[in-house]
């Protein structure tokens, strides 16, 4: 009888082992009990961050800590030129020195412009582009998760041939045989599938395909899909175009489930425009009102002025209603229910006929696509604050339903994705892993090895984009640059050279290919190279912005829906954090607290408080919901301002293929997904299952318990901040400030541009090597954010005024965690800083416990023990990475401020001028919520906002003179929003 292995004989037996023997040695001692022994004794914290006592769990942790050592890419000729240390300095390149890179980050194929800071020729920092006339400076939570992709251990990194390493000499070398055959039959069975694209150089590239191949078949798709956009353009316009608001212009504006604050392609640009509307409207006198209804709380209905919860059917009516009172009918096809909100609503966009915007959001049906675009014509909105542009993708592609047709006729013969994952995106009802099981051979590329990785015969590594070359189109059509700013780490290659490989056999370098479609004809090659270095220095293509597009409404409107069968209904709507799924095995984006919910590390099913009163049902219930024989369960989680009998489910979750971070976390909602409307499903059923299991939220409590936490002005109202001649005294010697320092740092929020969405936190994380720690450590409370945004509830629990609030260590004049730490590892410096000394800290947590912001966090462990080194290189080599035991919290940045304070020291020691030194989740936040400066100089605007009569701090009446305040928000004398101090609350926690 044989004897299990125990630790010792384990390791003997993988330690040295090459790829193949290193696969039949795991597997005879995968089963074994000395096998998770192993396991957590060779990767402790990567055991701890996944939580799962699977064997499949820790295979997956495994083969990625394996892969970094190249296992995977064996005999792989990557056909680059290789490169070698320097022995002469680069002339750019100064130890230690930063550098910027113009570039683009991509959002389902859109771009937003941004700066990639390296640091001895290695990324470290995502920052907005503030010449890009679109994103103009902002980010949103992918762009500054994008630096970790590109160092992600569980990126693909070698080219697979049926499961195992192979190399692109081979891949090659069987295509090209294929390729005169395809040629030959002129493309015949030949299908290529893409994720959105808006790149003017692969539209070029895909019309020289559809010409050499013209039985091709074209698809795009993803699991975000714009389908629906573009489907209700064209019902009200007989074409699809896209739809830009321009806020600048609107003194009202309604929004019927939209979305242009939320996580988008848009949501930088959108953002940033419609809070300098409210803040022009404001100085100006009349504040534009935000009127909003949706069946289930966003971002853009959090902020509303005005707000409705409504189901997705009913919206559809009440634009109907909407669009009757515009013309002079009556109404009421909507229901009673909604009768202020609609009166209100129809009475603001009447009185400013050619000055208000209706919009709606992504997942909106295209019969209301086309409901608002008539509304929009109706009242003379359409030209005036609405321009239409051209899509911005590559026209004629056929959808994931179209090629999931033809794959189960056996139209398809070989069948190649760039960049999508349908067998995990597809909407259930198209069952397209078993079509695709059907198509002789299958290609799939991609950044990761995923589910459709796995089914596919070859699967081919893609290029980052931060080390690749190409382009991209924002939502106005402005061109922006993609450059890589490091080699390519693994063997990836672009979208566009694959492409170039089927045109022509070979490979073409990257910036070849982006030189010749940027290349004018008769333009000289000194002129272009001075042209083409112009606009990488820019990162965008100067006035490149797409033309407006003239449009006419035809036809009659859509004829109403036939009325629900009954059952609940559910909607689907991309995750606020890990969109659809894309960036799921990023821990920085699932460590990141949902903005409505604060869950990390997994999807819940929201439903509503009346719904969960009536069935009985507990935020932390596991519960099903089913229609036909698809079914999904998961956690419930009790949502005010959810629509009543209305069921969310959110993508991007329930990953099931080895080696991914993501993989048995949350429930996969693309299995109730219905193909023809992948947005809504009725008639589906909700039961409690019996089990519970509390998701890890980083927020418990939903209201501000009697306290002014959050202030609103209503508009014409007095000063709602508190007055400086109040201060009680104190035994506290004088401030910074008082003592005459130079420099007295100090930073305002303003609490009506933020929109809580979130960049300020991911930003601040990459900025100071804030660790992951897993979802166990969050619901242990040890989440380990140096700023967070506190959501809180006002009014009733159907229809609740929600707020947003980002706390940030204070930095208290009078700071209470002075006088608890016994070892005086933090303290004051001379410009009014709260400083963090590491290595004096001895970690009692006094200073914690003594803090009523509760923003110091501990390192109850070593997260960065084996942190492998590839993820290393990340790592912002300013700011310590912080050893177990000690007290971190928000510093203002202060390597920040301190390499401000050397520039200025080049200049006969300059004071800093005012803006040199931006936080980071100042630079990130889209809407320019958080202003950073000197509060002695009077003349800087971080002065001259606590100047303001919405100033304010924060628990003022704890006499702690905190030098981070606020500014109250703002909304209409009679809005939803009314003042936080009114007491007003849900009455129970959500």
């Not at 049906?365 to 675009?373: I, M, Q």
């Not at 004096?840 to 803090?851: A, I, P």
Request: proline share 7%.
């Amino acid at each position: 009888m044989s004897r299990d292995p125990d630790i010792a004989q384990i390791r003997a037996r993988l330690s040295g082992a090459d790829g193949p023997t290193f696969w039949r040695s795991l597997e005879a001692v995968a089963d074994t009990p000395a096998f998770r022994a192993y396991v957590e004794s060779e990767f402790p914290a990567a055991a701890r961050l996944a939580g799962a006592p699977d064997r499949r769990g820790f295979l997956r942790l495994m083969a990625a800590s394996f892969a970094l050592s190249g296992l995977t890419a064996c005999g792989a000729d990557s056909g680059r030129d290789y490169e070698l240390p320097y022995v002469n300095q680069p002339e750019r390149i100064v130890p230690g020195a930063s550098l910027s890179y113009a570039s683009s980050a991509l959002f389902d194929g859109f771009a937003n412009g941004i700066l990639v800071t390296t640091r001895n020729g290695r990324p470290i920092k995502v920052e907005g582009n503030p010449d890009h006339p679109f994103s103009r400076g902002g980010t949103d939570i992918l762009a500054q998760a994008s630096v970790l992709g590109l160092y992600d251990p569980f990126r693909s990194q070698a080219v697979q041939h049926l499961g195992r390493p192979s190399s692109w000499a081979a891949f090659r070398g069987q295509m090209l045989a294929r390729l005169a055959g395809w040629r030959e039959g002129r493309g015949r069975g030949l299908a290529l599938l893409s994720a959105p694209a808006t790149s003017p150089a692969l539209a070029a590239m895909v019309a020289r395909l559809r010409e050499l191949y013209p039985e091709m078949g074209w698809y795009e798709a993803a699991g975000a899909t714009r389908e629906s956009l573009h489907a209700g353009a064209a019902q009200a316009y007989g074409r699809p175009v896209e739809t830009l608001p321009d806020f600048a212009g609107a003194r009202a504006v309604v929004s019927l489930d939209g979305d242009f604050l939320d996580l988008g392609p848009g949501q930088v640009g959108l953002s940033r425009a419609w809070i300098e509307a409210r803040r022009a409207g404001h100085a100006a006198g009349h504040l534009p009102a935000l009127h909003a209804v949706a069946p289930t709380p966003t971002l853009t209905s959090a902020k509303a002025d005005y707000g409705l919860s409504l189901s997705a059917g009913g919206i559809e009516a009440l634009a109907r209603d909407l669009l009757s009172l515009t013309d002079g009918g009556s109404g009421g096809a909507s229901g009673a229910r909604a009768g202020n909100w609609l009166r209100r609503a129809a009475a603001a966009l009447d009185a400013n006929r050619g000055a208000s915007i209706v919009t709606t959001g992504l997942a909106a049906s295209p019969e209301l696509h086309a409901l608002v675009h008539r509304l929009n014509g109706a009242l003379g909105n359409t030209g005036s604050t609405l321009r239409h542009i051209a899509p911005l993708s590559p026209g004629g592609a056929g959808t994931l339903a179209d090629l999931a047709e033809a794959m189960e006729r056996g139209a398809v013969e070989t069948l190649i994705v760039l960049g999508s994952n349908p067998v995990y995106e597809a909407p259930g009802g198209l069952d397209f892993a078993r079509r695709m099981e059907r198509v002789p051979l299958k290609i799939h590329a991609g950044l990761y090895y995923d589910e459709t990785g796995a089914h596919a015969d070859w699967h081919l590594p893609l290029a980052h984009p931060l080390e690749s070359w190409g382009d991209a189109r924002s939502l106005d059509g402005t061109v922006g640059l993609i450059q890589p700013t490091i080699a390519p780490l693994h063997e990836g290659r672009t979208v566009h050279e694959l492409l170039s490989f089927l045109l022509e056999g070979e490979m073409r370098d990257g910036l070849g290919l982006l030189k010749a479609h940027l290349r004018r004809p008769d333009e000289d090659e000194a002129a272009f190279e001075a042209r083409f270095a112009e606009a990488l220095r820019l990162g965008f293509l100067p006035d490149s912005a797409s033309p407006p597009e003239t449009v006419a409404l035809t036809g009659a409107a859509p004829a109403p829906a036939p009325a629900p069968a009954g059952g609940i209904e559910v909607v689907f709507r991309p995750d606020p954090t890990v969109w659809d799924g894309t960036h799921a095995d990023l821990s920085w984006l699932q460590e990141l607290p949902k903005p409505l919910t604060k869950v990390v590390w997994e999807n819940v099913v929201l439903i509503s408080p009346a719904l969960a009163e009536r069935e009985g049902i507990a935020t932390g219930d596991v519960v099903a919901v089913a229609a036909g024989e698809a079914r999904i369960e998961g956690a419930a989680w009790i949502l005010p301002g959810q629509a009543e009998e209305t069921v969310t489910l959110t993508l991007g979750y329930g990953r099931n293929v080895p080696d991914h971070l993501s993989r048995g976390l949350g429930y996969d909602a693309n299995r109730l997904r219905p193909a023809a409307t992948p947005w809504r499903l009725q008639g589906t059923k909700l039961a409690k299952t019996g089990a519970r299991r509390m998701p890890a939220t980083t927020q418990d409590l939903g209201t501000m318990q009697g306290h002014d936490v959050v202030r609103v002005q209503p508009e014409g109202a007095g000063p709602v901040g508190d007055d400086e001649a109040d201060k009680p005294p104190s035994f506290y010697g004088p401030s910074s400030e008082d003592r005459g320092a130079k420099a007295a740092w100090g930073m305002v929020i303003d609490l009506d541009a933020c929109t809580g969405c979130n960049a300020c936190v991911t930003a601040c994380q990459s900025e100071n090597n804030i660790p992951v720690v897993g979802r166990d450590e969050v619901a242990r409370g040890r989440w380990m954010g140096w700023i967070r945004i506190d959501r809180y509830y006002a009014g009733s629990l159907d229809e609740p005024a929600t707020h947003f609030q980002p706390v940030p260590c204070m930095h208290c004049e009078q700071a209470p965690c002075e006088v608890g730490c016994p070892v005086e590892a933090t303290l004051h410096d001379s410009e009014g800083l709260n400083l963090q000394v590491y290595n004096r800290c001895v970690g009692t947590r006094t200073c914690q416990s003594y803090c009523p912001y509760k923003v110091r966090r501990f390192n109850y462990l070593d997260y960065t023990e084996d942190q492998p080194a590839i993820l290393q290189q990340r790592n912002n080599p300013e700011v310590t990475v912080r050893a177990r035991g000690v007290m971190e919290k928000c510093t203002y940045c202060i390597q920040r401020i301190a390499a401000a304070r050397i520039d200025s020291a080049k200049d006969a020691h300059a004071a800093i001028p005012d803006g040199a030194v931006e936080t980071a989740c100042q630079n990130a936040c889209p809407t320019r919520a958080i202003v950073f400066g000197n509060i002695a100089d009077p003349e800087s605007r971080v002065a001259q906002a606590r100047a303001e009569g919405r100033h304010y701090a924060l628990l003022a009446e704890l006499n702690t003179r905190p030098r981070t305040t606020y500014l109250a928000g703002l909304a209409p004398a009679d809005g939803q929003k009314a003042p936080a101090s009114s007491g007003q609350s849900p009455g129970k926690e959500g």
